[in-house]
């Protein structure tokens, strides 16, 4: 038993809490968040980036997502804490185990300012079924948690028009009549990646993710910023001052929204905008995505072109690496941790380079089939010269976001490793040569990069496909490519940049994935309507070391051909003569 899990029930007791509920959330409903954050992750041990955990008296449960399966069970080991496998057959929801767990008279807790709105209006609406109360001003992990992380203080720093492509003024002047066409007098916006580009202003408060703590409220003609003055210099605020915005107080956005008068119309996210905040608001509440979601996810000539540029840098290091590791696994010794920090040296060389845009998933043999295995001092294993080696990382460069998985052959692979290869790439092709008419969403077309896998009765417990942010969070919405949706699907727009990683993991063994970004773009527009297509951002060749071409059909062929001598051509100008002659053979037709 973790004593952190009898110290919150301590706590618990004493505040006359029943059930206490631990999201993965700061407050902005981030899905990567600061140290000071991490309540969930001091608590259970479990440090994915998703999960939920909920305490009673005499029982723990950790709800998490098929990425995390069989990480959450190793870290939970011991722990005390039962794994719920969310959405598994028979895995009840968390407001389904509340309604079999809550009793009339007792109390549900949780701090309001880290529970989404949406999240937390269904918890409280599952306590009311119960009969039971609900606490939501009180933060107990902070209570019992000793040396906690104090919130980041890293300066902000200013997107100049070249990065960004469209002024903060103009910006500003589009919600202002997005907020307005929807009937609203106010706005409070919480989103981190949303404030960030908003302002064209970028920060450091969020590891690997160029974003800072702040809120920003569009109250008539009034723009308000709130956000600690120490990170701004006197230039950024300046800036801002010349474009009306007015700075207050980070945590008064709290006390602001509830000055509000009961006659306001206030919009608000509840995806990101926080319970506790959402109960500040006094007045008609009008309950929508946030009107910067879209324009954001939709890249601007300026920032597509800028895309480009930063998948080239990134292709370059990525062929470096792979050329290197191919020629020195077995001759000297190579670790998940080391050659994860080879790749970094790579891409430090490249100019333009920020950092990673996650932590690195460097999975070799069985670690693959950890979807987000993040190696540690105690995993670290050595890379042999046999077998599959999965990597998934990603960089930020000022011109842009990447994130890149290949899985490649480190030595002698087994027909049933090449066979899930290649039919792993050949969804991942499919998907990639799709042409389709505009107004179909990632639902739509999901089938496609999971076809093959369905053919053979086989499947993963992912995603398709995330957005992708502009120099901001690597999973952005609000597209996706997926079968299933949490929210309603959103049509793929012209300019969107959406990941393709169709994967499969064999528990023990090892793991697949081929993920490449992809820019939406418009193809032709006749009689039938707007006609739309992907172009490949991501710059890297698959490895035909473990590739069974008889496997694949013409066109899946043809296709991967003609990605590979794009690849080529596009970063042999970058390579020196020995890299271009290996990266000729490994972009040779099939």
């Known amino acids: 038993m973790k004593t952190e899990i009898t110290s919150l029930r301590e706590r618990m007791q004493a505040a006359g809490v029943d059930v206490y509920i631990i999201p993965t959330g700061d407050f902005h409903g981030s899905e990567y968040v600061g140290g000071y954050f991490k309540c969930r992750s001091y608590v259970s041990g479990f440090t994915g980036s998703a999960g939920t955990l909920a305490v009673t008296a005499d029982d723990a449960r950790l709800w998490t997502d098929g990425r995390y399966f069989l990480q959450a069970a190793d870290q939970l080991a011991g722990s005390g804490i039962t794994l ?19 009793k009339a008279g007792q109390t549900l807790g949780f701090d309001g300012r880290t529970m ?39 300066p902000v720093w200013a997107l100049g028009g070249e990065l960004s492509g469209k002024s903060r003024k103009e910006k500003l002047g589009d919600l202002r009549k997005a907020v ?13 990646a949303d404030v960030a580009w908003l302002m064209n202003l970028r920060g450091d408060d969020v590891k690997c993710s160029p974003v800072f703590l702040s809120f920003f409220m569009l109250d008539g003609e009034k723009s308000v910023l709130y956000i600690d003055e120490n990170k701004l210099s006197e230039e950024i605020k300046a800036s801002l ?42 007045g008609e509440k009008i309950e929508r995505d946030d009107p910067t979601l879209l324009p954001k996810s939709m890249k601007n000539e300026t920032e597509r072109k800028n895309a480009i540029e930063a998948h080239v840098k990134d292709g370059a290091a990525l062929v470096r690496f792979i050329k290197w590791i191919k020629e020195n696994v077995g001759k000297e010794p190579i670790t998940e941790i080391s050659g994860a920090e080879k790749l970094e040296s790579f891409r430090k060389a490249r100019p333009g380079y920020l950092g990673p845009s996650f932590e690195p998933i460097f999975g070799y043999g069985p670690h693959g089939a950890i979807i987000h295995y993040s190696a540690t001092e105690e995993t670290n294993a050595d890379i042999l010269p046999e077998g599959l080696l999965l990597f998934d990382t990603g960089s930020q460069f000022l011109e842009g976001t990447t994130d890149v998985t290949r899985t490649i052959a480190v030595g002698p692979v087994t027909d049933e490793m090449k066979r899930d290869f290649t039919t792993v ?10 042409r389709f008419k505009k107004g179909c969403s ?65 528990a023990g063994k090892y793991g697949i994935r081929h993920e490449s970004l992809l820019l939406c773009e418009k193809d032709e527009e006749n009689e039938y309507g707007t006609f739309l297509r992907f172009r490949a951002l991501t710059m890297c060749p698959f490895d035909l070391d473990a590739l069974l071409p008889d496997e694949m059909t013409a066109e899946e062929k043809a296709i991967l051909n003609a990605y590979h001598a794009t690849v ?7 390579l020196t003569d020995d890299e271009k002659a290996w990266l000729k053979d490994a972009t040779r037709p099939v």
Request: glycine share 10%; aromatic share 8%.
């Open 425 to 434: 790439l050949r969804g991942h092709l499919r998907l990639l040569g799709v």
């Open 180 to 192: 307005k066409d929807a009937g609203a007098d106010c706005h409070i916006l919480a989103s981190l």
């Open 241 to 282: 001052a010349a474009d009306g915005v007015e700075l207050r107080p980070y945590l008064s956005v709290f006390a602001d929204a509830a000055a509000l008068s009961e006659d306001r119309k206030v919009m608000l996210d509840p995806n990101s905008v926080s319970f506790a905040l959402l109960n500040c608001v006094k």
């Open 116 to 154: 989404t709105a949406f999240l937390g209006k269904r918890y409280e609406e599952a306590a009311k079924k119960r009969d039971a109360k609900v606490r939501f001003d009180i933060d107990l992990v902070g209570e019992i948690w000793e040396g906690r992380p104090a919130p980041s203080d890293a």
């Open 84 to 102: 719920m496998k969310a959405r598994e057959p028979g895995v009840p929801s968390i407001e389904e185990w509340l309604g079999e767990t809550l």
């Open 442 to 506: 990632g639902v739509s077309l999901d089938v496609l990069a999971r076809g093959p896998l369905w053919e053979r009765g086989l499947d993963y417990n992912h995603g398709t496909g995330h957005g992708v942010g502009s120099l901001l969070n690597v999973h952005e919405g609000p597209q996706s490519i997926n079968y299933y949706s949490f929210r309603k699907p959103q049509p793929l727009e012209e300019g969107m940049i959406t990941s393709d990683e169709p994967g499969f993991y064999l």
């Open 568 to 574: 080529y051509e596009t970063l042999s100008p970058l």
